[in-house]
């Protein structure tokens, strides 16, 4: 994760800087790469089970919302995606923190979540708030991120392709809120090993408030995330 946030970093910082003068001529490509990357990443985010998976191609469709953030003018350009890649971060880091520690005794796999809310309603509940925030559902992190992402686009005139960007935002609700379903409800299968207590490390339970109350600032407290930008 930290990789492709640093390789749009350096995109951002290319197509705004030296690269500025062709930036009008990159935008029918851009426009193409955010639609293609919103697509493969939902339609192959629906179709997995693997945990490791589902995240890859979630992350696809994330790249294509930050995407659109570069078609607006540079100051909107420069601040929604910037202030998105640490929403993102603080979201992806959330949930791969749970699944790391539900994968020390259960396969890395949907299905190992199953049951998680009883036995450790806590590490269910951060998990939620990840994927509601990697969603984009207010008054999480994520919904100001891609508010922004998709305001910036709107500037600059493409409100087809917000449109466009705005229903596949609620195709990815669905496959997130499928993670939630497999936590919170569907019951355990006889051929799963029941997690008993889950005990973790004291750094990785107060890693998992800090983001947790990242997740939480960030939506809640613009001038958090403003401050963030500057910084």
């Not at 990357?37 to 945990?51: D, H, I």
């Not at 806590?122 to 998990?127: I, K, N, R, T």
């Not at 508010?147 to 392709?161: N, R, T």
Request: hydrophobic share 60%; proline share 5%; glycine share 8%.
């Amino acid at each position: 994760m930290a990789s492709k946030a640093a390789a749009f970093g350096v995109l951002l910082l290319l197509l705004l800087g030296p690269f500025s003068g062709i930036h009008v001529t990159l935008v029918p490509l851009l426009i193409g790469m955010a639609c293609l990357s919103m697509l493969v990443g939902n339609l192959g985010a629906l179709r997995q089970t693997s945990l490791g998976r589902f995240m890859a191609y979630s992350s696809i469709a994330q790249v294509g919302f930050l995407l659109l953030g570069l078609l607006g003018p540079k100051s909107d350009a420069l601040f929604s995606c910037i202030q998105y890649l640490f929403i993102y971060a603080f979201g992806n880091f959330t949930a791969f923190m749970v699944f790391g520690l539900v994968a020390w005794k259960r396969p890395f796999e949907l299905q190992s979540l199953r049951g998680l809310s009883r036995q450790s309603p806590a590490l269910a509940f951060v998990l939620m708030l990840a994927m509601f925030s990697l969603a984009g559902i207010p008054p999480l992190a994520g919904f100001i991120g891609k508010f922004a992402l998709l305001a910036s686009a709107a500037k600059s005139g493409y409100i087809a392709l917000v449109f466009f960007a705005a229903v596949n935002a609620v195709v990815s609700l669905y496959y997130y809120l499928i993670v939630i379903k497999e936590a919170y409800i569907t019951e355990i299968p006889d051929d799963i090993e029941d997690l008993g207590p889950l005990h973790f490390p004291f750094s990785a339970r107060w890693a998992l408030i800090l983001f947790s109350v990242g997740l939480l600032l960030l939506g809640i407290h613009p001038f958090f995330a403003n401050w963030l930008t500057v910084f």
